[in-house]
Protein backbone atom coordinates (compact mmCIF):
# COMPACT_ATOMS: atom_id res chain seq x y z
CA UNK A 1 0.00 0.00 0.00
CA UNK A 2 1.03 3.51 -0.94
CA UNK A 3 1.46 5.97 1.65
CA UNK A 4 3.09 9.65 1.27
CA UNK A 5 3.43 11.59 4.15
CA UNK A 6 4.53 15.62 3.93
CA UNK A 7 6.09 17.39 6.41
CA UNK A 8 8.03 20.74 7.19
CA UNK A 9 5.71 23.29 6.42
CA UNK A 10 5.31 26.40 8.68
CA UNK A 11 5.23 30.23 8.73
CA UNK A 12 7.67 32.07 7.16
CA UNK A 13 8.62 35.66 6.02
CA UNK A 14 9.51 36.71 2.75
CA UNK A 15 12.66 35.91 1.39
CA UNK A 16 12.73 32.99 3.54
CA UNK A 17 13.09 29.16 3.49
CA UNK A 18 11.54 25.88 4.19
CA UNK A 19 12.43 22.58 3.04
CA UNK A 20 9.31 20.23 2.50
CA UNK A 21 9.52 16.53 3.19
CA UNK A 22 7.67 13.12 1.41
CA UNK A 23 8.02 10.62 2.99
CA UNK A 24 7.36 7.86 1.04
CA UNK A 25 6.73 3.83 1.32
CA UNK A 26 4.71 0.96 -0.22
CA UNK A 27 7.29 1.37 -3.33
CA UNK A 28 10.77 1.56 -4.13
CA UNK A 29 11.47 5.41 -4.33
CA UNK A 30 13.81 4.99 -7.07
CA UNK A 31 11.82 3.57 -9.33
CA UNK A 32 9.33 5.91 -9.68
CA UNK A 33 8.58 9.31 -10.23
CA UNK A 34 7.08 12.12 -7.41
CA UNK A 35 5.60 15.33 -7.98
CA UNK A 36 5.14 18.09 -5.55
CA UNK A 37 1.75 20.28 -6.00
CA UNK A 38 0.12 23.26 -4.45
CA UNK A 39 -3.18 24.33 -3.80
CA UNK A 40 -3.85 28.33 -2.47
CA UNK A 41 -7.09 29.21 -1.50
CA UNK A 42 -9.46 29.39 -3.65
CA UNK A 43 -7.44 28.29 -6.41
CA UNK A 44 -6.80 24.88 -8.48
CA UNK A 45 -4.02 22.99 -7.77
CA UNK A 46 -0.87 23.26 -9.52
CA UNK A 47 1.89 21.02 -10.81
CA UNK A 48 5.18 22.73 -9.04
CA UNK A 49 8.00 20.01 -9.63
CA UNK A 50 8.65 16.38 -10.37
CA UNK A 51 11.42 14.34 -10.41
CA UNK A 52 12.50 10.80 -12.37
CA UNK A 53 12.96 7.54 -11.04
CA UNK A 54 16.38 6.45 -11.45
CA UNK A 55 18.25 8.91 -13.02
CA UNK A 56 16.33 11.63 -11.10
CA UNK A 57 15.78 14.08 -13.51
CA UNK A 58 13.44 17.13 -12.97
CA UNK A 59 11.04 19.56 -13.99
CA UNK A 60 10.18 23.07 -12.79
CA UNK A 61 6.91 25.25 -12.62
CA UNK A 62 7.64 28.32 -14.26
CA UNK A 63 7.02 30.14 -11.33
CA UNK A 64 9.27 28.31 -8.85
CA UNK A 65 11.93 27.96 -11.25
CA UNK A 66 15.82 29.41 -9.65
CA UNK A 67 14.07 29.23 -6.33
CA UNK A 68 13.01 25.30 -5.56
CA UNK A 69 15.09 22.23 -5.66
CA UNK A 70 13.47 18.93 -6.12
CA UNK A 71 15.63 16.30 -4.75
CA UNK A 72 15.39 12.39 -3.77
CA UNK A 73 17.21 10.23 -0.79
CA UNK A 74 16.72 7.00 -1.74
CA UNK A 75 17.92 5.81 1.67
CA UNK A 76 15.35 7.52 3.30
CA UNK A 77 13.13 7.01 0.95
CA UNK A 78 12.20 11.06 1.20
CA UNK A 79 11.77 13.09 -1.90
CA UNK A 80 12.45 17.06 -0.46
CA UNK A 81 11.68 20.46 -1.72
CA UNK A 82 13.96 23.00 -0.84
CA UNK A 83 12.15 26.61 -1.39
CA UNK A 84 14.32 29.56 -0.85
CA UNK A 85 13.52 33.19 -1.98
CA UNK A 86 9.67 32.71 -0.54
CA UNK A 87 7.24 35.04 -1.74
CA UNK A 88 3.50 35.63 -0.23
CA UNK A 89 2.46 34.03 -3.82
CA UNK A 90 3.92 30.90 -2.92
CA UNK A 91 1.34 29.97 0.55
CA UNK A 92 -0.50 27.26 -0.09
CA UNK A 93 -1.13 23.80 0.73
CA UNK A 94 1.88 21.37 -0.65
CA UNK A 95 1.19 18.00 -1.74
CA UNK A 96 3.66 15.22 -3.17
CA UNK A 97 2.36 12.54 -5.26
CA UNK A 98 3.39 9.42 -6.78
CA UNK A 99 3.38 8.05 -10.40
CA UNK A 100 3.71 4.15 -11.18
CA UNK A 101 5.75 5.72 -13.93
CA UNK A 102 9.72 6.58 -14.01
CA UNK A 103 9.68 9.26 -16.19
CA UNK A 104 8.15 12.27 -15.15
CA UNK A 105 6.73 13.01 -18.57
CA UNK A 106 5.74 16.26 -20.52
CA UNK A 107 2.20 16.08 -18.46
CA UNK A 108 3.98 16.12 -15.23
CA UNK A 109 2.22 18.77 -14.11
CA UNK A 110 -1.48 17.43 -14.33
CA UNK A 111 -2.90 16.03 -11.88
CA UNK A 112 -4.44 12.62 -13.20
CA UNK A 113 -1.00 11.20 -14.32
CA UNK A 114 -0.42 10.95 -10.42
CA UNK A 115 -2.00 7.66 -8.92
CA UNK A 116 -1.48 8.32 -4.96
CA UNK A 117 -1.65 11.53 -2.90
CA UNK A 118 -0.43 13.01 0.78
CA UNK A 119 -2.86 15.03 3.07
CA UNK A 120 -0.81 17.94 2.18
CA UNK A 121 1.23 20.64 4.69
CA UNK A 122 0.18 24.28 4.73
CA UNK A 123 2.98 26.58 3.76
CA UNK A 124 2.34 30.72 4.56
CA UNK A 125 4.55 32.97 3.73
CA UNK A 126 3.81 36.66 5.38
CA UNK A 127 5.23 39.92 5.57
Known amino acids: QVQLVESGGGLVQPGGSLRLSCAAS????????IGWFRQAPGKEREGVSC????????SYADSVKGRFTIARNNAKNTVYLQMDSLKPEDTAVYYC????????????????????WGQGTQVTVYS
Open 97 to 116: AHQWARSCGSSWYREAVYDD
Open 26 to 33: GFTLDDYA
Open 51 to 58: ISGRYGST
